[in-house]
């Protein structure tokens, strides 16, 4: 299997692992909150899950995503 230069990847890159690991987190989180009615931990974990994606989005911008700078690829 030939890796194309236009191949965006499978997001294995540092950016998105950091960005899912806490989205993840937050959307666990909140749930759990929901469940135990608590509003305002809802909302804080609302805003945690958009720190996430600006942080994916940072770190790409910073060479850590699929195809930046600082960022090698490894083979399975």
């Not at 194309?4 to 806490?22: E, K, L, M, Q």
């Not at 009615?37 to 909302?43: A, D, R, T």
């Not at 600006?54 to 690829?73: F, P, Q």
């Amino acid at each position: 299997m030939s890796n194309s230069v236009d191949d965006p990847g499978h997001g294995h890159s540092p950016a998105a692992w950091t960005a899912v690991v806490i989205m993840l987190v937050a959307i666990a989180l909140g749930t759990l909150f929901f469940f135990l009615e608590m509003p305002v931990l809802v909302w804080i974990c609302v805003g945690l899950t958009i720190v996430g994606a600006l942080t994916g989005w940072a770190l790409a911008r910073a060479g850590y995503g699929v195809n930046g700078s600082k960022y090698t690829s490894k083979q399975h």
